[in-house]
């Protein structure tokens, strides 16, 4: 089954991050539209993501007006994929701790889960 996809990626003040990782996700090849939620970053953040908006369709922005957390981000990207009926959301940082390379993987385990969480601070299960 082909599910409708949105990876959401809260941001403040990456302009650093956010080609880079844009760009590992659309090395990965899968099909999904990406968010960022930006709480009102006061470097070139906005910029850069208008910038490849103008040639990728898939990449979604929200400005929010002022820092609110990226707590209150993720709840607010999930709210805004449920109104738009997306099948599967994934939330990542922006910063390089989630490496975009395990997507697929994620990808595969959401078909048998509903939910799938992962974290760093674990170690892998042989």
């Known amino acids: 089954m082909n599910k409708k996809k949105c990876i959401i990626i809260p941001v403040f003040n990456e302009e650093k991050n956010i080609n880079k990782i844009f760009f590992k996700i659309k090395k990965t090849k899968i099909l999904s ?22 040639s990728n369709r898939n990449i979604k922005y929200i400005h929010r007006p002022k820092k609110m957390g990226i707590g209150s981000a993720h709840k607010h990207g999930i709210r805004w994929c449920y109104k738009r009926k997306y099948n599967l959301i994934i939330t990542m940082d922006c910063d390089g701790t989630h490496d975009p390379r395990y997507l697929l993987d994620l990808i595969k385990e959401s078909n048998f889960n509903d939910f799938v969480i992962t974290t760093r601070f674990k170690k892998k299960i042989p």
Do not use: M
Not at 33 to 54: A, G, H, P, Y
């Open 33 to 54: 539209d990406v968010l960022f939620i930006d709480d009102n970053s006061t470097d070139n953040t906005r910029l850069n993501i208008f910038e490849l908006q103008k």
